[in-house]
């Protein structure tokens, strides 16, 4: 069963600190894992797509990290800023279909305190 | 942020009533989906489209039906609404390429509450 699981579900920490959020996955045939910002109330927004050649990638404090042997990727923050609060999603696309699905874990929610 | 739109965002209506969710995207995509999202759940897929007059269920089972008449407009609606429909209802579009990323841009969402 493809499934697509984060740890941990909910994390606080302070403003300036840096943290990392898990994901594991069983989705194959695999084809990308993205992560996703989702502000409260908005839809999720892209900040990482990976395929399985890539191990790393960064978007401004945000660093993306792929291991397709174990099946895990990370999301670690650099110097949290208060607009970081959301959840965050893991999401994994496989190449089984033409409509390119995607499994979604059910996000890691950060809050960052002043 | 991406060009795709959803309105209304927010409704709160009677048991029975008809309603249709909107959605549309300028960005030409020809691939759009409809997602159903709990609080603190993962995204679930329940409609999703290729083009124009192809429309197809999800993984969740869904008492909406979708229409694609136009590339830009994929609404959804549901004929009579029941308390089990409350949710956030999330559009996204993608090209219609079978490449490696098959990036999806969501919508805002639509938060509906069936009371």
């Known amino acids: 069963k493809n499934q697509v699981e984060q740890s941990p579900q909910s994390l606080i920490i302070l403003e300036g600190k840096n943290c990392t959020l898990q994901?594991?996955?069983?989705?194959?045939?695999?084809?990308?894992l993205r992560w996703y910002k989702q502000d409260t109330g908005r839809g999720p927004v892209s900040l990482t797509i990976?395929?399985?050649?890539?191990n790393t990638k960064s978007n401004g404090r945000y660093t993306a990290t792929l291991d397709a042997d174990t099946k895990q990727s990370s999301l670690h923050i650099t110097a949290s800023q208060l607009s970081d609060s959301a959840s965050y999603i893991c999401v994994v696309g496989d190449r089984g279909s033409t409509l390119g699905r995607l499994y979604f874990g059910r996000g890691t929610q950060l809050t960052v305190w002043p | 942020e991406a060009d795709i739109y959803q309105t209304p965002r927010y409704l709160v209506i009677g048991t029975g009533k008809k309603i249709t969710l909107e959605c549309s995207q300028t960005m030409g995509h020809d691939k759009m989906y409809w997602y159903q999202q709990d609080p603190g759940m993962e995204l679930h897929l329940i409609h999703y489209?290729?083009?124009?007059?192809?429309?197809e269920k999800g993984d969740l089972s869904s008492e909406s039906t979708v229409s694609r008449i136009r590339t830009e407009h994929f609404p959804l609606t549901l004929e009579s609404a029941r308390p089990s429909h409350t949710s956030q209802y999330l559009c996204?579009?993608?090209?219609?390429?079978?490449?490696?990323?098959?990036?999806?841009?969501f919508g805002p969402g639509t938060r509906l509450t069936v009371l």
């Open positions: 996204a579009s993608s090209v219609n390429e079978r490449d490696s990323y098959n990036e999806q841009f």
């Open positions: 990976m395929t399985f050649s890539e």
């Open positions: 489209s290729y083009g124009v007059n192809s429309t």
């Open positions: 994901c594991n996955y069983t989705v194959s045939p695999f084809s990308n």
